[in-house]
């Protein structure tokens, strides 16, 4: 009983990840005191010697200390989000202390479930309940499809690699709470990404001749379900799409896509005399200096971005050409490393990875607290998982 508690003390973390974490706008800083707790419990059970085994199983890791004293670097010079530097300091000592044999396939499984069904509750309630803009959630949409698109990948690895029929049950419930949430939330971004993610995780399948029709067909009868039930929410979002694509071509920038190329455009003079490390919180300056130079216009202007919706320039612009390639770093080890593998934790970090790579070229999801943390635990602990090939399910 007395391991059992340590060990649910030391989860904290991850429990708190799938379930309250998706719901409340402070998660992220309430994460902060689980990892605190987490470490203290992990090193009075484990001593020190649970570090030194994660420090040589665990290759990422590296890549996360580097990145996060480059992080502490740049809060101190020129500025830096601290929601960022605090997220990478806590993830990281908390990688440090985490014994990961204490999340396995079964209790993942029932976490997803969890986390799928806390982000449906989420949208649910501020959108059809509440009637509340999506821009005004707790947490913002994108950041909540982001989530919602994890999960729902997490799930659709469990899918495929499901041993029974209460396992094959759950994995499909998680799957159409989660894609139906993204759905809701009208983040077309994020969609997309998880479009494609589906997409390569069954190419990945066939390669290794793991394809079979039962898989596609269950999931392609899922998104049609789906599809039809919020036709209309799916509709209205794709006439505001083709309205913006319009106005676009007739030259008229001051919608959203198009403001956020007039954004992109500004990068070559955004980032001149700071190539190296970037201009930290400085870059706000800059922008005033562009308006009155002229090379901006007012719109964009009184727009204030507090990121560039494209996490490679924001990265360019605010970290420089280092942390332009920590960042794609942080994303192409994981992706290398567990493509060579075939199980639920490879493909489910493929497929977090491959959300959040395409995610960035229109927004900015390590900017934010939620998805940032989401991203640096479940990629940093799964990466490394070994399990044994069993036959699946279906």
Same mark, same amino acid.
């Given at each position: 009983?007395?391991?059992?508690?340590?060990?649910?003390?030391?989860?904290?973390?991850?429990?708190?990840?799938?379930?309250?974490?998706?719901?409340?706008k402070?998660g992220?800083?309430?994460?902060?005191?689980?990892?605190?707790?987490?470490?203290?419990?992990?090193?009075?059970?484990?001593?020190?010697?649970?570090?030194?085994?994660?420090i040589?199983?665990?290759?990422?890791?590296?890549?996360?200390?580097?990145?996060?004293?480059?992080?502490?670097?740049?809060?101190?010079?020129?500025?830096?989000?601290?929601?960022?530097?605090?997220?990478?300091?806590?993830?990281?000592?908390?990688?440090l202390?985490?014994?990961?044999e204490?999340?396995?396939?079964?209790?993942?499984r029932?976490?997803?479930?969890?986390?799928s069904?806390?982000?449906?509750?989420?949208?649910?309630?501020y959108?059809?309940?509440?009637h509340?803009?999506?821009g005004?959630?707790?947490?913002?949409?994108?950041?909540?499809?982001?989530?919602?698109?994890v999960i729902?990948?997490?799930?659709?690895?469990?899918?495929?690699?499901?041993?029974?029929?209460s396992?094959?049950?759950?994995?499909i419930?998680?799957?159409?709470?989660?894609?139906?949430?993204?759905?809701?939330s009208?983040?077309? *971004?994020?969609?997309?990404? $998880?479009? &494609?993610?589906?997409?390569?995780?069954?190419?990945?399948?066939? %390669?290794? !001749? #793991?394809f +079979?029709?039962?898989?596609?067909?269950?999931?392609?009868?899922?998104?049609?379900?789906?599809?039809?039930?919020?036709?209309?929410?799916?509709?209205?979002?794709?006439?505001?799409?083709?309205?913006?694509?319009s106005?676009?071509?007739?030259?008229?920038?001051?919608?959203?896509?198009?403001?956020?190329?007039?954004m992109w455009?500004?990068?070559p003079?955004m980032?001149?005399?700071?190539?190296?490390?970037?201009?930290?919180?400085?870059?706000?300056?800059?922008?005033?200096?562009?308006?009155?130079e002229?090379?901006?216009?007012?719109?964009?202007?009184?727009?204030?971005?507090?990121?560039?919706?494209?996490?490679?320039?924001?990265?360019?612009?605010?970290? *420089?050409?280092?942390?332009? $390639?920590? &960042?794609?770093l942080?994303?192409?080890?994981?992706?290398?490393a %567990?493509? !060579? #593998?075939? +199980?639920?934790?490879?493909?489910?970090?493929?497929?977090?990875?491959?959300?959040?790579?395409?995610?960035?070229?229109?927004?900015?999801?390590?900017?934010?607290?939620?998805?940032?943390m989401?991203?640096?635990?479940l990629?940093?602990?799964?990466?490394?998982?070994?399990?044994?090939?069993?036959?699946?399910?279906?």
């Amino acid at each position: 009983m007395k391991t059992k508690f340590l060990n649910a003390l030391i989860l904290l973390p991850i429990l708190w990840l799938f379930s309250g974490f998706l719901l409340v706008k402070d998660g992220d800083k309430i994460m902060i005191s689980m990892i605190v707790i987490s470490i203290i419990v992990s090193i009075i059970k484990n001593g020190t010697s649970i570090i030194k085994r994660n420090i040589k199983d665990n290759k990422f890791l590296f890549l996360l200390i580097v990145i996060t004293s480059y992080n502490i670097f740049s809060y101190y010079y020129h500025g830096q989000s601290s929601r960022e530097t605090r997220a990478f300091i806590g993830c990281t000592l908390f990688i440090l202390c985490f014994p990961k044999e204490l999340l396995n396939d079964s209790l993942l499984r029932k976490l997803t479930l969890i986390g799928s069904i806390s982000c449906f509750s989420f949208v649910y309630y501020y959108s059809i309940m509440l009637h509340i803009d999506r821009g005004s959630w707790p947490i913002i949409a994108i950041p909540q499809a982001t989530l919602s698109a994890v999960i729902a990948i997490i799930a659709f690895s469990q899918f495929t690699y499901s041993y029974n029929r209460s396992q094959y049950i759950v994995a499909i419930t998680a799957v159409v709470f989660s894609i139906t949430a993204i759905l809701m939330s009208e983040t077309r *971004g994020v969609f997309i990404a $998880v479009i &494609l993610s589906f997409i390569f995780l069954f190419a990945k399948h066939f %390669s290794q !001749k #793991k394809f +079979n029709t039962k898989l596609v067909t269950i999931i392609f009868f899922i998104f049609i379900s789906i599809g039809l039930t919020l036709k209309s929410d799916i509709y209205q979002r794709y006439e505001q799409t083709r309205i913006e694509m319009s106005d676009i071509s007739k030259g008229d920038l001051n919608t959203s896509f198009g403001l956020r190329l007039l954004m992109w455009q500004t990068t070559p003079d955004m980032i001149k005399g700071h190539y190296l490390i970037g201009s930290g919180d400085g870059y706000i300056n800059r922008f005033d200096e562009l308006y009155n130079e002229g090379l901006i216009s007012k719109t964009l202007h009184d727009f204030r971005p507090a990121h560039f919706h494209n996490q490679y320039i924001d990265k360019l612009i605010k970290n *420089g050409i280092i942390g332009l $390639v920590l &960042l794609l770093l942080l994303i192409i080890i994981p992706l290398i490393a %567990s493509l !060579k #593998k075939n +199980n639920i934790f490879s493909d489910s970090v493929c497929g977090i990875v491959i959300i959040y790579a395409i995610s960035a070229l229109t927004d900015v999801p390590f900017y934010y607290g939620h998805p940032l943390m989401m991203y640096l635990i479940l990629v940093s602990i799964l990466t490394p998982i070994k399990v044994y090939n069993e036959k699946a399910y279906c």
